[in-house]
């Protein structure tokens, strides 16, 4: 849940606005953490809920019972490939390691042009400045060219991302 209760609030906004506005969220599948409450609140608000996760997820009886769709998976790999391939745009919330392994794949594929959908960051309260801060050095640096960095947008609220994929 992040150590801060802003993360809880910020997600069911996020949440919320995804259910309000007709989107379909596609995530992890989990009924716990930030997720769990991200996949309750488009649920709430009347949206479609899609999870995908893998089976050794699913014998710890972590899987979301509530949502549409439950797409059960054999490795994490494979996981993250079918969220990213049913996925219309991407957005990363304030996360560890493996929102940031999943971004990351998201931006190799736009970078090299396997992938022309949006890719979001809710840059909350700062949380992704580092990751802002190093695309940019890569940019500098000449490992990264200026329309790819362009393609990954930084957020600084839900609104912002609802002005950008409405």
């Given at each position: 849940?992040?150590?801060?209760?802003?993360?809880?609030?910020?997600?069911?906004?996020?949440?919320?606005?995804i259910g309000r506005s007709g989107h379909r969220l596609i995530y992890g599948g989990s009924?716990?953490?930030?997720?769990?409450?991200?996949?309750?609140?488009?649920?709430?608000?009347?949206?479609?809920?899609?999870?995908?996760?893998p089976g050794f997820f699913v014998e710890s009886c972590l899987q979301h019972d509530g949502?549409?769709?439950?797409?059960?998976?054999?490795?994490?790999?494979?996981?993250?490939?079918?969220?990213?391939?049913?996925?219309?745009?991407?957005?990363?919330?304030?996360?560890?390691?493996?929102?940031?392994?999943?971004?990351?794949?998201?931006?190799?594929?736009?970078?090299?042009?396997?992938?022309?959908?949006?890719?979001?960051?809710?840059?909350l309260d700062g949380f992704y400045d580092p990751l802002k801060v190093m695309l940019d050095?890569?940019?500098?640096?000449?490992?990264?060219?200026?329309?790819?960095?362009?393609?990954?947008?930084?957020?600084?609220?839900?609104?912002?991302?609802?002005?950008?994929?409405?």
């Open positions: 849940m992040g150590s801060d209760p802003k993360y809880l609030r910020e997600v069911i906004r996020l949440g919320t606005w009924r716990i953490g930030l997720m769990g409450e991200l996949a309750e609140a488009v649920l709430q608000a009347g949206g479609e809920v899609i999870g995908v996760e949502i549409n769709e439950l797409i059960v998976t054999d490795t994490m790999a494979e996981r993250k490939a079918i969220m990213i391939e049913r996925g219309d745009a991407y957005i990363a919330f304030p996360g560890g390691t493996g929102t940031l392994e999943e971004i990351a794949e998201v931006m190799s594929q736009i970078r090299l042009g396997h992938n022309d959908r949006p890719c979001l960051v809710l840059n050095r890569m940019v500098s640096e000449g490992f990264l060219d200026r329309e790819s960095r362009s393609r990954f947008l930084f957020a600084k609220d839900v609104e912002e991302i609802a002005r950008y994929l409405d």
